[in-house]
């Protein structure tokens, strides 16, 4: 076993497996070459197969973070006339509002508490009384690790003739999505897919694209000109070339590893294994555990460790892991554990067994 690997338990970026590292050593390629174009055509088909979505969606690719794919998706594609209604219930859905507001687009917000399911009721008087151009939501809500119900959500904004665009950064890859009704889909590289940071991208429904209506105020982020130069291979500004590289590997592991399902298959195995060694140290979980993702949990720091939260960051960085604080009202009283990345079996077993030593060490 490789003692020096890093093991990110942050729910992304990730560690990164040997061949994803190795891609990023391949020779130096400019991106108005053939082989470039190749390479985003390659890859941009098999996102497209992740969920089977050649049909009604086109990935279009953009360098930056999952940030930049979720305001690259609202900047382009939410109306400037018409509200939108933001379904919020963490960090990443408030975020959106800031988004909007910087962009001087009209905009609903129902900003339900954290620990609570994205608020239907509300979001039904909502669509009732006033008239939205979309709704707008997060999937996997990372800062509780709650999987939002968004096919329920989608279906009650179908009912109103309203489409949903979604912040699926962290659940993309490991999560079902059912992607009716969803205008447009922003993801990333280097979360559940296991590249490196830089290359984002959003799904968007054929038909929005095909239109070219935009509503973009910003060059950089105008998806409408990267589906432009993107149905040659190409795009209008200089991609993170090395980060397709590492992304067009980290892609070819993951169907032969055997897809989605496969994936998601081994991130609950490992969450389990993690869940059932903190439960035994009586550690409370934040929601309940059959609303979490596939791979992420969140947990009451138990107020009998000293030095808290940093004691425990500490002492399992020391032997080679990174957990991860809570965000906004819940830093300091909460912990969480991602499970996503390229993590050995003996590696998950020593995390089990540092886990325990460490609280049976707090009793
Ligand atoms: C991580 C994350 C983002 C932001 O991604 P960055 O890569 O940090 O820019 C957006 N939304 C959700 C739900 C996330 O988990």
Redesign the pocket.
């Known amino acids: 076993m490789d003692n020096k690997r890093e093991i990110l338990l942050n729910?992304?970026p990730v560690t990164l497996s040997k061949s994803v590292r190795e891609a990023l050593q391949k020779p130096d390629l400019c991106h108005r070459e053939k082989d470039f174009a190749d390479m985003t055509l390659d890859s941009l088909q098999k996102i497209s197969h992740i969920y089977e979505t050649e049909n009604t969606h086109i990935p279009v690719m953009l360098t930056g973070?999952?940030?930049?794919a979720?305001e690259a998706m609202l900047q382009s594609f939410s109306s400037s006339t018409v509200k939108s209604l933001i379904v919020a219930n963490g960090v990443?859905g408030e975020r959106m509002a800031s988004m909007l507001t910087r962009q001087k687009k009209p905009f609903d917000i129902i900003k339900g508490n954290w620990t609570d399911p994205l608020d239907l009721q509300q979001t039904k008087e909502h669509l009732e009384k006033s008239k939205y151009s979309a709704v707008l939501t997060?999937h996997?809500?990372?800062t509780t690790g709650r999987l939002n119900d968004i096919s329920a959500l989608s279906e009650l904004a179908e009912h109103f003739h309203v489409p949903v665009m979604l912040?699926a950064?962290?659940s993309f890859g490991s999560e079902d999505i059912s992607f009716k009704n969803l205008m447009a889909v922003a993801a990333?590289g280097?979360?559940c897919l296991h590249g490196i940071?830089g290359i984002s991208f959003v799904l968007a429904e054929k038909k929005l694209l095909e239109e070219g209506t935009t509503e973009s105020v910003s060059l950089y982020l105008d998806l409408f000109e990267y589906y432009t130069a993107q149905k040659s291979g190409f795009s209008p500004f200089t991609q993170s070339v090395q980060a397709l590289y590492a992304l067009q590997a980290a892609l070819n592991e993951f169907f032969a590893l055997g897809g989605l399902s496969a994936r998601k298959q081994l991130y609950v195995q490992r969450k389990k294994q993690v869940l059932t060694i903190l439960e035994k140290h009586g550690i409370q979980t934040l929601i309940n555990k059959s609303d979490f993702s596939s791979y992420l949990t969140s947990y009451f720091l138990p107020q009998n460790i000293s030095k808290g939260y940093e004691a425990l960051h500490n002492s399992l960085k020391e032997k080679g892991y990174t957990i991860y604080a809570g965000q906004g009202n819940f830093s300091g009283k909460i912990f969480r554990i991602a499970v996503m990345g390229d993590i050995y079996e003996s590696e998950m077993n020593n995390l089990i067994l540092h886990l325990d030593t460490f609280f049976g060490a707090q009793a």
């Open positions: 729910p992304g973070s999952g940030t930049a979720v990443y997060v996997h809500e990372t912040d950064v962290s990333t280097n979360k940071p």
